[in-house]
């Protein structure tokens, strides 16, 4: 298991990263595919739901929760908004269901060292959620419907 505070947070921060796109990328396949949304399903588990926010040519900011319920206004946590940057191989996360942006929670850039620790617990939420995800074998439904729209 990995450190929860390493002494080195911003190469941690980094690797974890790195760690979280090749997860988020073996967990949905099809990721740089999907237009809107697709839905994650894992037998007796909540759907796993991706709603894709904006996408740029070298990043991709997407909404990723579970969905505790079939009904839309059903409890969808930990609504995880995360950036994606394709050119670098990394994903961050911009805030979660709890938590806001990190310029909102921390608004003096000079306190580096609290903003570290914020990304760091973000993204150390998302490297064990991720591998909790894969070990539960999700699969991916690519809405369609917004393919063809694309298309």
């Not at 929670?105 to 591998?131: C, E, T, V």
Request: glycine residues 4%.
């Amino acid at each position: 298991m990995a450190a929860i505070n390493p002494i080195d947070k911003s190469f941690s921060l980094e690797q974890i990263c790195a760690s979280n796109f090749y997860k988020l990328t073996q967990l949905i396949p099809d990721l740089f595919s999907i237009q809107r949304s697709a839905i994650g399903n894992s037998s007796g588990k909540p759907n796993l739901h991706i709603d894709i926010i904006d996408k740029a040519p070298y990043t991709l900011t997407l909404l990723l929760s579970h969905c505790f319920g079939l009904a839309p206004e059903n409890l969808l946590e930990p609504a995880v908004k995360i950036r994606v940057y394709l050119d670098a191989k990394l994903v961050e996360v911009i805030r979660d269901h709890v938590r806001p942006d990190v310029c909102r929670a921390i608004q003096d850039p000079g306190k580096i060292r609290d903003i570290m620790d914020y990304k760091w617990s973000l993204n150390y939420f998302l490297d064990k959620w991720l591998n909790h995800c894969l070990q539960t074998e999700y699969q991916f439904k690519i809405d369609q419907e917004a393919v063809s729209e694309a298309g």
